[in-house]
T-cell receptor, first 110, second 111 residues
Framework: GEDVEQSLFLSVREGDSSVINCTYTDSSSTYLYWYKQEPGAGLQLLTYIFSNMDMKQDQRLTVLLNKKDKHLSLRIADTQTGDSAIYFCAEKGGYNKLIFGAGTRLAVHP | SAVISQKPSRDICQRGTSLTIQCQVDSQVTMMFWYRQQPGQSLTLIATANQGSEATYESGFVIDKFPISRPNLTFSTLTVSNMSPEDSSIYLC????????FGQGTRLTVV
């Protein structure tokens, strides 16, 4: 079946890079997404990558996709306190439905 | 892109009652999706709403508890029936074109 897994917690120092990892099981996934959710707020789409790509960069964000290992990562360069949030990885599976990981809580400290 | 209007944005309901959540999309889409996000949890898909046919429910969700309507290609409703405090969650509707678009969510508290 479809499953998405993420580590639950990451702590980084302000100014360092953050790397959030995700693994998925559905090899037929066409798109993979990263969402950000701040406390009490809705989901914000950060970026997404098509399955035939292995990298996508958007300002401070870099997404790496290893399709062979079904591994996705999100790198945030120069992490700021405003980046503190929960980050959800999601895959688009059969019938266009999204399967979400449990979310990684990113804590940025001075 | 797609703009989704979802309402109500929040509600506090008595146990045993029902709440209907509405979702309006600014473009025609074949499938609309309903998710639940329980406190401190990730999003779980409840069902897929197809226009012209019955909704398809995920494991653990049943039509009697979460009836769904899909009268046309831009609108859907989700009803949370016979509510209990365990139903307190954020409920979100979504459509997928290339990106996945979400409504603002309905924060439901059952007392």
């Amino acid at each position: 079946g479809e499953d998405v897994e993420q580590s639950l917690f990451l702590s980084v120092r302000e100014g360092d890079s953050s790397v959030i990892n995700c693994t998925y099981t559905d090899s037929s996934s066409t798109y993979l997404y990263w969402y950000k959710q701040e406390p009490g707020a809705g989901l914000q789409l950060l970026t997404y990558i098509f399955s035939n790509m292995d990298m996508k960069q958007d300002q401070r964000l870099t997404v790496l996709l290893n399709k062979k290992d079904k591994h996705l990562s999100l790198r945030i360069a120069d992490t700021q306190t405003g980046d503190s949030a929960i980050y959800f990885c999601a895959e688009k599976g059969g019938y266009n439905k999204l399967i979400f990981g449990a979310g990684t809580r990113l804590a940025v400290h001075p | 892109s797609a703009v989704i209007s979802q309402k109500p944005s929040r509600d506090i309901c008595q146990r045993g009652t029902s709440l209907t959540i509405q979702c309006q999309v600014d473009s025609q889409v074949t499938m609309m999706f309903w998710y639940r996000q329980q406190p401190g949890q990730s999003l779980t898909l409840i069902a897929t709403a197809n226009q012209g046919s019955e909704a398809t429910y995920e494991s653990g969700f049943v039509i009697d508890k979460f009836p769904i309507s899909r009268p046309n290609l831009t609108f859907s409703t989700l009803t949370v029936s016979n509510m209990s405090p365990e139903d307190s969650s954020i409920y979100l509707c979504s459509v997928v074109i290339t990106e996945a678009f979400f409504g603002q969510g309905t924060r439901l508290t059952v007392v």
